[in-house]
């Protein structure tokens, strides 16, 4: 029994063994749900479920799904056209795709937690058998199945951009071969290549094809890694390449993705929620639905992702002590002390014996020490050179990952930021922390600024804890409404790629 069927049973109320194996259609007749299916036409009803009026709504309903980027073919749709199927036969088919197609709809054709193993974000929930019996009662099919699709405008404007690339259809793309990256002032074939691919997508005149990296090519290669997230350096590397290769095709399975992305989140994410996206290297905040603020965000290298998952803050510490982990401490912390012991002292650390005594740092021989017998516990002082910076903002969670200022703020000047070792490094965090207080009496901005100004570490506890989603989107809609295509910095868009283009149970 497969999880995801597990999941369609408990949302509509059902349990049971009696689900199909993956690939076993045999016993169940080929049902995606049929113990969903089976207790839904268990119903005492009037004659056959499916008229062939509501069939004829039902295929039109089917092939609707793919603007959400799901595929038709998925839900029984080549076998419900056939005009030799028995009643019997059709009632189970037909019963099984809506209900199939709801659930997919509703929360998504994949399980989050197997693209994305520490995801906890709710889902939507909604009495599916209850959507379909209102659905045929009121004759509305199509518009059943599409209510129970987000209504986030973040979703809505995906699927705008969706459909508009669809209706494109698919457009010959100047390819740019591999070879070294493409710097200012170079000439040759590859960069005649770049500049058609340029002028193609708007960027540099049409007529402009000099053949060399001059300033007008470099300028438009800066203007398209701006629009994707890339570092704006006017040349032309392995990330720049693939996306100016990235043709409307590519385009379609990036916002396919995407898509089912929004379609794994709860409705209401909350009535004053942050929301960080991690392939986008910002964090906002939102209130009532409305943007607040966005704040640009360091997150964890590819070694040390950033998980993705729904937490809520509680509290937040000005001027802390940094508890340096310890793995961080054994793998980062220790090389450095060895290439220059006089750091300890001079970033402020103090170093502890296991049973929480200050040792000397003066008094250990850091060359003699080595990551598997490092017999120490350190710490960093609040101070200008603290990693954690001015202030962390806490979630606890078993990732041990919170959102915190940092010392090395040139770091934001970079278009890819992923440079951490998990938590996220953020932006003006004094702001941050600013509007996560505002409905907690006591802290307005000239406490916490005489808070930051004494030095000393001090926590202050929300009122009402706030909700924060740290997400995964490599295609989002800014605030004017423009599309942009960002780069899947983590490489986790194949995954769900290839989970929506796998038929459900699991079949080739």
Known sequence: MTRHLVLLLALLGLSGPALASPGSGGSAQGLL??????AFLARPAQGPVWTADRLTSLLAALDGLARHGLDPAHYHRTELGR????????????????????????????????????????????????????????????????????????????????????????????????????????????????QERLAQLGL????????????????????????????????????????????????????????????????????RHVRANIAGFTLSTYEDGVLQRTHLTIVGKVVRKTPVFSDEIEYMVFNPWWETPDNLARADKLPAFKRDPASVDRLGFQVLDRTGQRVDANTIDWAGLTASTFPYRLRQAPGDQNALGQVKIIFPNPYNVYIHDTPTRGLFAQQQRAFSSGCMRTQDPI???????????????????????????TRATLKERVPVHILYFTVVADQGGAIRYLDDVYGRDPAVRAGLDRPPGGGP
Do not use: C
């Open 431 to 457: 702001g941050l922390a600013t509007w996560l207080l505002e409905e907690t009496p006591g802290w307005d901005r000239a406490r916490i600024d005489g808070t930051v100004r004494s030095g000393k570490e």
């Open 83 to 194: 005009a030799d199927l028995t009643v019997e036969r059709r009632d189970l088919l037909a019963t099984d795709a809506w209900l199939s197609a709801a659930a997919h709809l509703l929360y998504g054709k994949l399980d989050p937690r197997t693209v994305e193993p520490n995801w906890t974000a709710a889902r939507r929930e909604a009495d599916l058998a209850g959507a379909l019996t209102d659905a045929l009662k009121a004759g509305s099919i199509q518009a059943g199945l599409e209510q129970l699709a987000p209504s986030q405008p973040g979703y809505a404007a995906l699927l705008a951009e969706f459909a508009a690339l669809r209706a494109a259809g698919n457009e010959t793309v100047r390819q740019i071969p591999p070879g070294e990256a493409l710097k200012p002032g170079m000439t040759g074939d590859r960069v005649l290549a770049t």
């Open 33 to 38: 749900a049929p113990e969903a299916t089976r």
């Open 204 to 271: 540099l005149a049409a007529d402009h094809r000099t053949g060399r990296m001059d300033e007008p090519t470099v300028a438009a290669i800066e203007t398209l890694q701006t629009m994707m997230g890339l570092d704006a350096d006017g040349t032309v590397g392995s990330a720049t390449r693939a996306a100016l290769n990235r043709g409307n095709e590519e385009r379609l399975q990036q916002l396919r993705v995407n898509l089912e992305r929004w379609r794994w989140l709860p409705a209401d994410l909350g009535r």
